[in-house]
């Protein structure tokens, strides 16, 4: 019982340790390695909003406003009324000149 149970939390420790250490990547100005590994996170816990919405800024850092636009929009449609998500989402619209979707 007990390794079955430590074998169901050894995945969420690892998005945990990916997005605690892409933040401090993203923390340091490090955005290609923070991006990849909340990429990894999302891989890992897709239906988590904050792994894509996080991503979708360090992009947006590093000028790839495409792919941050999707990551945004990956963020907003898991979880439509997370306020920082639509924030990032209306950015990434802006940066690609979606201007009437902002």
Request: charged share 25%.
């Amino acid at each position: 019982r007990t390794l079955v149970l430590l074998q169901c939390l050894v995945p969420d420790m690892e998005v945990s340790k990916l997005a605690a250490d892409a933040t401090q990547q993203a923390e340091a100005g490090h955005f290609c390695k923070a991006a990849e590994l909340f990429a990894k996170a999302s891989q890992k816990d897709p239906k988590n909003a904050k792994h894509h919405e996080a991503r979708a800024q360090c992009l947006m850092e590093l000028d790839d406003f495409q792919e941050a636009l999707r990551s945004a929009e990956a963020a907003v449609e898991l979880d439509p009324n997370w306020l920082p998500a639509k924030a990032t989402l209306g950015r990434a619209q802006l940066n690609v000149g979606q201007l009437q979707d902002a």
